[in-house]
């Protein structure tokens, strides 16, 4: 365990703080932690009676990039994990589910932040409208989970959070 | 495409560095994007001939938690993944490999942070003296990979970096 000395707020941002927090190491020295504290957020992998997966592909500032993703979005303050999956599935997908089963937690980078991520698989879909966000531009994909799988192993999906609900889903699936 | 209108560093940490970069959306609006720097990291699944993989438990400060995790480390400035793989192994385990095969990379968090993790498979262990850095305090444990799927599906093993690599791992092995 590393006991914390004291704290100090860095930064302020829309979804994430940045603390600098002094500990104590095991072995009684000092030493400073850079700390991102994140909200939390859903991940949803979306499955038709097809086996098809309906993704987003979104571009990502901090890459550069754009990247093929699971429909997922950050907790409101004191939301439900299960509530926020249904709703960022809806506002990213436009898709309603009958049946939102519970995967698993993830924490997706514990050295220096504290964001756990709640995935869930849905089924019995149903399409709707799509909603998203205001400042939030994306296009929808549809794949068979088979092909994600490939290309979780050949690199083309290269997210985190996309990679472990591609594989525990694929499992579920029975493939 | 969100281009960049201007950037302000906010923080300088250790490790990460933290950004408020304003940008065009492509609707024409502008917003604001909190961007964490982070040096990239390499994962390493050592496996032994008996299909064991050596692992670490060590405490995370953001979550105050201890997991059970794959050896890994951040990159030091210029340096090759491949090196640090190999670096973060010894270090971390004690343990050289004769092959070390690349299996993919992933982003964490590409939604706020930059971290990219490249992931390797090490076979032909051989085993040495661990040689941690000095605040870094970690315990080393072996499981059959087998061991491991069970702890991956059954929300045991949390680190999404660690839930990639073994499930990655299982999967060449022919599991």
Chains 1, 2 share one sequence.
Do not use: W
């Amino acid at each position: 365990r590393e006991e914390t000395v004291s704290e100090q707020k860095v930064y302020r941002g829309n979804i994430i703080t940045v603390s600098k927090v002094f500990v104590t190491l095991p072995n009684g020295k000092q030493a400073s932690r850079d700390i991102v504290t994140h909200p939390g957020a859903a991940v949803v992998i979306p499955v038709n009676e097809e086996g098809e997966v309906f993704m987003v592909r979104q571009f990502r500032k901090p890459l550069e990039k754009t990247l093929l993703e699971l429909p997922a979005g950050k907790l409101d303050p004191g939301e439900d994990p299960r509530d926020c999956a249904l709703r960022e599935l809806y506002e990213e997908t436009g898709l309603k589910c009958k049946e939102l089963r519970y995967l698993t937690r993830i924490y997706s980078t514990p050295g220096f932040c504290n964001e756990v991520l709640y995935i869930y698989m849905a089924t019995g879909l149903e399409l709707g409208d799509a909603h998203t966000d205001d400042d939030e531009f994306l296009t929808r994909e549809k794949h068979h989970i088979s092909k994600l799988m490939e290309m979780v192993l050949d690199g083309t999906i290269s997210d985190a959070k996309t990679i472990v609900g591609i594989m525990l889903a694929a499992r579920h699936l029975g493939l």
